[in-house]
């Protein structure tokens, strides 16, 4: 299929609206009902989106439900970046071909278990914003980004010959504590500014009053999400009391749920989703399913809940979705095209079978032995008296090392406190280059210290993705207030920004082995090694099996991150165009607590998701 193809043949006057009377969708004026399956682009390597799209419609799938995720798009405000893995518009085109229409949720909140609900960090250089809200600077930093991104979609609606059907605006705000109507008007306002008149433009919500009241709009039609655990009757009847006409709509019909770090694995029964699935579609019903297929939260994408105390997602977006991170189908997707056969007409042929895996064999890694932080820094440090901010710093994602000197002599073990909890959101502390131990957000604000007077205390943070649903979603990273040690507080920092991932992907740190007779420390270090060419590039999934929590690199390319002692997810996926059948391919490791004597890492052709605790 060329390519170069960006718009349908369809005529100027394709039209899809809100039949009021009918209560239903129309489609070039014939009656519509959805049945949709979320993805997300931001998950998958872009070699994958056809496999992926096409295994959708395959199902019988007429509709995709995609999040535009405002962060990854401009990591640094004003650059905008839509190319490679980030280009929207191919996506777009690829589901066109396919024959999928699309519902686009382009936020500016996205939740999504994405790093802050895709908003981007950059918004909290400005201290007190207060972020989905009529707050100035926010709206300022919205409207610039919808200036840029509705402008590329406009065109790619079903009314001007592409495929997109509907627009959200926002994302469940009803469950935010601001429940400003001044910020959603000023968002249909945009939204109607750059698409137009004729779109559809929706709002969705959880199953409680509250959330109804306050992420509605009137102008915007009203559509709820829920799961297996919720009554279908009273939830439509709940939509009903906000959307008296028109289409019964669930915006995200769960098919699974997320894990978080120390979970276990969730799941969804499922004979309880095709059996409810078949109920709402023989009401009448447009269906979302949320998700079809999860994918991976690669890199530092991962988001948090913050209820209790914070929780950082996993890795893997696996979400026991119909179709697997991997994106293979699974019984539940057998089971969901069943139910869909009894409402249309399933494509004729074959589902696309699960992508080749490979099981590569061990690969023993070895300590990268240089001057790690004119590597990692080369700008070098910023000084300042007091602790800074990733935000403040303009460093938004991964590592920073704070760096000063211990203010007396400490012969007996003395305690280093954070008082405020201000840890955010894992510190990993040294005295003179040996490892002392750990502090961590919200349960361990305090750990014992000795040394003398003028020794380097180096804390390395790590920001283990920002909050993405709720009230604490401005979630500054790094050391947010003071240390004491003791009686003292620590001040002149030495703050060094690290720019691990460019210093992976130039190769830096493979160069500059220790003997392989160096044992295997405690704190913070790099390991390295390579995967032999075999001639295959297939699917892969890597297991750290003894080693504690950091962050695995494959020729450059940030997998994310390990913790197998925390669990439930024991492996990490590893596409196949992450790899190279010819050419060796480069491993980097940071361990940040312990690694094993053996240093090995396994490669396997299945996935291990659901192991709690670390296994031998």
């Given at each position: 299929?060329?390519l170069?193809?960006?718009?349908t043949?369809?005529p100027?006057?394709?039209?899809?609206?809100i039949?009021?009377?009918n209560?239903?969708?129309?489609?070039d004026?014939?009656?519509?009902?959805?049945?949709?399956g979320?993805?997300?682009?931001?998950?998958?390597?872009?070699?994958y989106?056809?496999?992926r799209l096409l295994?959708?419609?395959?199902?019988g799938?007429?509709?995709?439900?995609v999040?535009?995720p405002?962060?990854?798009?401009?990591?640094?405000q004003?650059v905008?970046?839509?190319?490679g893995?980030?280009d929207?518009?191919?996506?777009?085109?690829?589901?066109?071909?396919?024959?999928l229409l699309?519902?686009?949720?382009?936020?500016?909140?996205i939740?999504?278990?994405w790093?802050?609900g895709?908003?981007p960090?950059?918004l909290l250089?400005k201290?007190?914003?207060?972020?989905r809200?009529a707050?100035t600077?926010?709206?300022?930093?919205?409207?610039d980004?919808?200036?840029?991104?509705?402008?590329?979609?406009?065109?790619?609606l079903?009314q001007n010959?592409?495929n997109?059907?509907s627009?959200q605006v926002?994302?469940?705000?009803?469950?935010y504590?601001?429940c400003d109507?001044?910020?959603?008007?000023?968002l249909?306002t945009l939204?109607r500014?750059?698409?137009?008149e004729d779109?559809?433009l929706?709002?969705?919500d959880?199953n409680?009053?509250?959330?109804m009241?306050?992420?509605?709009?009137?102008g915007l039609?009203a559509?709820?999400d829920f799961?297996?655990?919720t009554n279908i009757t009273?939830?439509f009847?709940r939509?009903?009391?906000f959307?008296?006409?028109?289409?019964?709509?669930n915006?995200?019909?769960?098919t699974?749920w997320l894990?978080?770090?120390?979970?276990?694995h969730a799941?969804v029964?499922?004979v309880k989703?095709?059996?409810m699935l078949g109920?709402m579609?023989s009401?009448?019903a447009?269906?979302?399913?949320?998700?079809?297929?999860g994918?991976t939260?690669?890199?530092?994408?991962?988001?948090?809940?913050?209820?209790?105390?914070?929780?950082s997602?996993?890795?893997s977006?696996?979400?026991?979705a119909?179709?697997?991170?991997?994106?293979?189908?699974?019984?539940?997707?057998?089971?969901?095209r069943d139910?869909?056969?009894?409402f249309?007409d399933i494509?004729?042929?074959p589902m696309?079978?699960?992508?080749p895996?490979?099981a590569?064999g061990?690969?023993?890694?070895?300590k990268v032995?240089?001057?790690?932080l004119?590597?990692l820094s080369?700008?070098?440090?910023?000084q300042?008296q007091?602790p800074?901010?990733f935000?403040?710093?303009?460093?938004y994602?991964?590592?920073m090392?704070?760096?000063?000197?211990l203010?007396?002599?400490v012969p007996?073990?003395?305690?280093?406190?954070s008082p405020?909890n201000g840890i955010?959101?894992?510190?990993y502390v040294?005295?003179n280059?040996v490892?002392?131990?750990?502090m961590?957000?919200?349960t361990?604000l305090?750990?014992n210290?000795?040394?003398?007077?003028?020794?380097q205390l180096?804390?390395?943070?790590e920001n283990?993705?920002?909050?993405?649903?709720?009230?604490y979603i401005n979630?500054?990273k790094?050391?947010?207030g003071?240390l004491?040690?003791g009686n003292?507080?620590?001040?002149?920092?030495?703050?060094?920004?690290?720019?691990?991932?460019?210093?992976?992907a130039?190769?830096?740190?493979?160069?500059?082995?220790?003997?392989?007779?160096?044992?295997?420390?405690?704190?913070p270090?790099?390991?390295s090694?390579?995967?032999?060419?075999?001639?295959?590039?297939?699917?892969?999934?890597v297991k750290?099996?003894?080693?504690?929590?950091?962050?695995?690199?494959?020729n450059?390319?940030?997998?994310g991150r390990?913790?197998?002692q925390r669990?439930?997810?024991q492996?990490l996926y590893?596409?196949r165009?992450?790899?190279?059948a010819?050419?060796?391919n480069?491993?980097?490791?940071l361990?940040l607590e312990?690694a094993?004597?053996?240093r090995?890492?396994?490669f396997?052709?299945r996935?291990q998701?659901n192991s709690t605790?670390?296994k031998?």
């Open positions: 299929i060329s170069n193809i960006w718009k043949d369809l100027y006057s394709s039209s899809f609206s039949d009021y009377k209560n239903c969708f129309r489609k004026g014939k009656p519509f009902q959805f049945i949709s979320s993805i997300h682009y931001s998950r998958i390597p872009r070699e989106w056809k496999d295994k959708m419609y395959m199902t799938l007429n509709a995709i439900q999040y535009v405002w962060n990854f798009h401009e990591t640094v004003g905008f970046n839509f190319a893995d980030r929207l518009e191919y996506f777009l085109n690829l589901a066109n071909q396919t024959g699309v519902i686009l949720r382009p936020g500016p909140y939740c999504a278990e790093e802050m895709g908003l960090a950059w250089q201290p007190n914003i207060i972020l809200s707050d600077e926010y709206l300022k930093a919205a409207s980004w919808f200036g840029v991104l509705l402008t590329k979609m406009r065109p790619w079903y010959g592409g997109i059907i627009v926002e994302n469940e705000y009803g469950s504590f601001a109507y001044n910020y959603m008007r000023h249909h939204f500014l750059f698409l137009g779109v559809i929706f709002t969705t959880g409680t009053d509250k959330e009241i306050c992420g509605t709009l009137e039609y559509t709820i799961g297996t655990d009273a939830a009847i939509q009903r009391r959307e008296p006409k028109g289409p019964l709509v915006s995200e019909f769960y699974g894990d978080h770090w120390g979970d276990k799941s029964d499922t989703v095709s059996k109920e579609l009401m009448g447009s269906v979302n399913m949320y998700m079809f297929e994918g939260n690669f890199g530092y994408w991962n988001g948090a809940d913050h209820d209790t105390r914070f929780r997602v996993v890795t977006y696996d979400y026991n119909p179709l697997s991170e991997a994106g293979d189908p699974t019984d539940k997707l057998l089971a969901i139910v869909i056969k009894n249309r494509p004729v042929g696309p079978p699960a992508t895996k490979f590569y061990f690969v023993t890694l070895q032995w240089t001057s790690l004119d590597t080369p700008q070098g440090p910023v300042s007091y800074l901010t935000e403040e710093i303009k460093q994602y991964g590592f090392l704070y760096r000063t000197t203010p007396r002599n007996e073990p003395t305690p280093l406190i405020l955010h959101d894992r510190a040294s005295v280059g490892y002392q131990g750990l961590e957000r919200d361990a305090v750990m210290v000795t040394g003398q007077q003028g020794d180096d804390i390395l943070v283990m993705g920002r909050v993405h649903f709720g009230s979630d500054n790094g050391l947010l003071n004491i040690l003292d507080v620590l001040t002149d920092w030495s703050i060094y920004p690290l720019d691990i991932d460019t210093a992976v130039n190769g830096w740190l493979q160069a500059a082995h220790s003997g392989s007779g160096m044992e295997a420390g405690d704190g270090m790099i390991y090694g390579t995967l032999k060419p075999t001639g295959l590039a297939w699917d892969t999934f750290l099996n003894g080693w504690t929590k950091g962050q695995v690199w494959v450059g390319v940030n997998l390990y913790w197998p669990g439930p997810q492996t590893v596409p165009p992450f790899l190279s010819t050419q060796p480069n491993i980097t490791v361990e312990r094993p004597s053996h090995r890492i396994l396997m052709d996935p998701l605790g670390q031998t």
